[in-house]
């Protein structure tokens, strides 16, 4: 079983910053991707960003120039550090991986971690 556990999550006042984490453990055979993705209260889970294999990021327009995502395939870990926070950052963030595993090709998903921005 392929295992996601997040971490880095609290509460900031805007404008500040925050580094999450998200390491992978299991059995897997490739990843694909990996990525962030956020739900605030009464919305739909969206995109923050994501990395593939190859190195291709893709970002949110909302969070472009704020927040970068990095990964370290070594440790099957991506991390996103998000600065210059505003309130409507705040949100549950989760982290997603789509890979191999014996199982076949699946995506996975970590628990979630929350952010809130507040003064």
């Known amino acids: 079983q392929v295992q996601l556990v997040e971490s880095g999550g609290g509460l900031v006042q805007p404008g500040g910053s925050l580094r999450l984490s998200c390491a992978a453990s299991?059995?897997?055979?490739?990843?694909?991707?990996m990525g962030w993705y956020r739900q605030a209260p009464e919305k739909q889970r969206e995109l923050v960003a994501d990395?593939?294999?190859?190195?291709?990021?893709t970002y949110a327009d909302s969070v472009k120039g704020r927040f970068t995502i990095s990964r370290d395939n070594a440790k099957n870990t991506v991390y996103l550090q998000m600065n210059s926070l505003k309130p409507e950052d705040t949100a549950v963030y989760y982290c997603k991986l789509y890979g191999s595993t014996r199982y076949g090709i699946q995506e996975y998903w970590g628990q979630g971690t929350q952010v809130t921005v507040s003064s």
């Open positions: 990395i593939t294999s190859g190195g291709r990021i």
């Open positions: 299991g059995t897997i055979f490739n990843i694909y991707a």
